[in-house]
């Protein structure tokens, strides 16, 4: 019917060549055929490809012409735009989404989720050669290349990135490298598994064991994760005025670190996080930012303004929390976002959330306001600190104080029922009612 480009090469991909999405009438087309999918309620598509229209090869020219006039000099990149476009428009008002495998400048403003293509399923960098059995080849880049991606493409416009975890290309992974990519998606802005090889959490390698171990290791990140989504929200609400990234470049984010290395970032203003992306590490050296930081598992507080070594078995990363800056939580026993017919098994938050959950370490003053209007609030005192709450649209129930690192049992506790515990280098769990919530703590 004309719907391809009225000059084109043979498409490398198997399928054929790219429709000419320049071409309305071929626009028009395609989105009709995809109606049945929106009529259905489908507010989200996965597009692979979109990087067939090859400038050259062979030090020769590969011409290419659509309907709009455009050639292959523009259409390079500016196929990914018209490509998405077809999808966007047809997206509801209310929310939907596109997870694409590429982008390019104007993409940002449709709204595409970015996954990295088919990295490689290891701990290799961009051109190693790696041996995985009988078989020797170059690297496109494993896991570090994963977290390079998520932190540049933040910083240019494109917030929201999930590789596979595990990587893509010669699957299955080794359990080494699923485990320590589990570990770096689950405090990034989307978690998705699976490999070339379907690798699955609980059918795992080759012969699709279940190793329990590994399988409690990402109930309790991707349940992190999740628990996770009232902090990140926030800074996805927050895109609209300020653009800013959600996971930054630590350098960035403190250019007076003096510090140029391209595997740790910021989480939002709050978390550092660290992952271990080369086989066999096992310690991290993390240049602190000025001021006291909290490891999220320990307790422990370090004070900035140097480089600390901290450790990093392979079943735990480096992960550190600002001091005195609260973070808001989904209830622990959380599964879905979603509505479900298993509510007697899976846990839900769909219409309502239950108590939100502030985990911090005091320090300094510090608020967060999240995205339905709860303030949560921290402010030291001469012989303690004091909490406070004032609830929003969404979480407007009791909230749980989770104050960690505190080392000694407070002397006293006003304004919520409370409980001490030896955890997380001792914490204080207190639970609060009410409109305006408040709770003293005396040291």
């Given at each position: ?11 490398l ?9 320049t ?7 395609w989105?009709g ?10 507010v989200?598509y996965?597009?692979d490809?979109?990087e067939?229209?090859i ?6 020219r590969?011409?290419?012409q659509?309907?709009d006039?455009?050639d ?9 735009l018209?490509?998405?476009?077809a999808y966007?428009?047809?997206?509801p008002?209310?929310?939907g989404?596109?997870?694409?495998r590429?982008?390019?400048y ?18 290799s ?11 020797t ?16 493409l ?6 929201f990135f ?13 359990r ?11 405090l ?9 090889a ?12 279940l190793d329990?171990?590994m ?10 994760h999740l628990?996770?989504q009232p902090?990140?929200?926030t ?13 930054r ?26 992952p271990?992306?080369r086989?066999?590490?096992t310690e991290?050296?993390?240049p ?8 999220w ?7 900035g ?14 992960l550190?929390?600002?001091a005195?800056?609260?973070i808001?939580?989904l209830?622990?026993d959380?599964d ?6 298993d509510?007697g ?6 219409e309502e959330?239950?108590?939100?959950h502030?985990?911090l370490?005091?320090?300094p ?11 949560i609030?921290h ?5 303690g600190?004091v909490?406070t709450?004032?609830?929003g ?6 909230v749980?104080f ?5 080392e ?8 919520a029922?409370w409980?001490?515990?030896?955890e997380r280098g001792g ?11 408040a709770?003293?703590?005396?040291r």
């Amino acid at each position: 019917a004309g719907y391809f480009a009225p000059v084109q090469m043979t498409a490398l991909a198997k399928w054929g060549p790219p429709l000419d999405f320049t071409n309305p009438e071929a626009m028009a087309w395609w989105q009709g055929l995809l109606q049945p999918y929106v009529d259905l309620g489908v507010v989200g598509y996965k597009l692979d490809y979109g990087e067939e229209v090859i400038v050259g090869a062979l030090g020769d020219r590969l011409p290419w012409q659509f309907h709009d006039g455009s050639d292959e000099l523009t259409m390079h990149r500016g196929y990914q735009l018209v490509y998405h476009q077809a999808y966007a428009e047809l997206l509801p008002e209310t929310g939907g989404f596109l997870l694409c495998r590429a982008g390019t400048y104007g993409d940002q403003a449709q709204g595409v989720i970015i996954w990295p293509g088919d990295i490689d399923s290891s701990l290799s960098l961009h051109g190693e050669t790696v041996t995985k059995g009988d078989k020797t080849y170059q690297s496109v880049g494993g896991l570090h290349a994963a977290v390079v991606a998520g932190s540049s493409l933040g910083v240019s416009g494109f917030p929201f990135f999930g590789s596979d975890t595990g990587g893509y290309r010669n699957a299955p992974p080794d359990r080494e490298t699923y485990i320590r990519w589990f570990q770096h998606t689950a405090l990034s802005t989307v978690m998705q598994v699976g490999t070339n090889a379907n690798d699955l959490p609980w059918s795992f390698g080759a012969d699709k064991v279940l190793d329990e171990e590994m399988l409690a290791l990402y109930r309790h990140l991707a349940r992190l994760h999740l628990r996770l989504q009232p902090y990140l929200w926030t800074y996805v609400a927050e895109l609209q005025t300020t653009g800013r990234a959600i996971q930054r470049p630590l350098g960035m984010a403190h250019p007076e670190l003096g510090w140029h290395g391209d595997d740790i970032y910021l989480l939002g203003d709050h978390l550092l996080v660290a992952p271990v992306t080369r086989p066999g590490v096992t310690e991290r050296e993390i240049p602190l930012p000025e001021g006291s930081w909290v490891d999220w598992w320990t307790g422990e507080v370090l004070d900035g303004g140097v480089t600390v070594t901290r450790p990093a078995p392979l079943e735990s990363m480096p992960l550190l929390v600002r001091a005195g800056a609260p973070i808001p939580l989904l209830r622990p026993d959380v599964d879905t976002l979603l509505p479900t017919t298993d509510e007697g098994v899976v846990a839900v938050t769909a219409e309502e959330p239950g108590p939100l959950h502030v985990r911090l370490t005091p320090g300094p003053a510090g608020s967060f306001a999240l995205f339905d209007g709860t303030v949560i609030a921290h402010s030291p005192t001469n012989d303690g600190f004091v909490l406070t709450q004032t609830p929003g649209a969404r979480f407007d129930g009791d909230v749980v104080f989770e104050v960690f690192g505190l080392e000694t049992e407070p002397t006293s506790v006003e304004g919520a029922t409370w409980a001490w515990s030896d955890e997380r280098g001792g914490t204080l769990t207190a639970t609060v009612t009410g409109d305006t919530l408040a709770v003293t703590v005396v040291r």
